[in-house]
């Protein structure tokens, strides 16, 4: 399966966008790029996911390298309830559900 | 809806002892998953069905853990017999295959002393 690389943690300051980067080099033609986020104490929460296009959502943007060998997710306004695990997994369409998830980019946000 | 329901919330059993967590996904959702998480592995998938199937188990540790759906509105992870390494907060999701999004109840803690 192919990987993704985040940085292990990353800060913002609350109502800033922030960029979460994503690099899968090894991305192939069939993986769905996907997000999800795990609060504290709570399971992981489905953020946004796409395959090529960019995306938008009423929770974040999705900004998909011409190359697809990178994302950035994009919260606009980060908000204290934004501080969790964001971890960026590639699913492959032929193998629906499996999502391998990495070890995610911890995101703290400061009043 | 109520979300994907799982129960109990915290289990804390002896080395030896049988353990089931229960789930209860979305209705409606065809595709049902078992995670378990741990800090030294994070978040692994054990077993997942598709319409009350087993499609996948490669994850499943070992034959002391079974997995079983009897119906679209439940599922069933056992561990018999447990042990300390099992010690694990273990997540079920269910979703819709044309949606593609996962939804995750919010886990059973399992110690096993």
């Known amino acids: 399966d192919a990987k993704t690389t985040q940085p292990n943690s990353m800060e913002s300051n609350e109502e800033e966008p922030v960029h979460l980067p994503c690099n899968h080099s090894t991305i192939s033609g069939t993986d769905y790029i996907h997000w999800y986020r795990q609060l504290p104490s709570q399971g992981p929460e489905y953020v946004i996911h796409g395959l090529t296009s960019n995306v938008n959502n009423r929770m974040a943007s999705l900004a998909i390298a011409e190359d697809r060998k990178s994302s950035t997710l994009i919260l606009h306004r980060a908000t204290l309830r934004d501080a969790a695990v964001y971890y960026c997994i590639l699913m492959r369409g032929t193998s629906y559900g499996k999502l391998t998830f990495g070890q995610g980019t911890i995101l703290t946000v400061h009043p | 809806d109520a979300g994907v329901i799982q129960s109990p919330r915290h289990e804390v059993t002896e080395m030896g002892q049988e353990v089931t967590l229960r789930c209860k996904p979305i209705s409606g959702h065809d595709y049902l998953f078992w995670y378990r998480q741990t800090m030294m592995r994070g978040l692994e998938l054990l077993i997942y069905f598709n319409n009350n199937v087993p499609i996948d188990d490669s994850g499943m540790p070992e034959d002391r853990f079974s997995a079983k759906m009897p119906n679209a509105s439940f599922s069933t992870l056992k561990i018999q017999p447990s042990e300390p390494r099992d010690s694990a907060v273990y997540f079920c999701?269910?979703?819709?295959?044309?949606?593609?999004?996962?939804?995750f109840g919010e886990g059973s803690r399992l110690t096993v002393l």
């Open positions: 999701a269910s979703s819709l295959r044309q949606t593609g999004e996962l939804f």
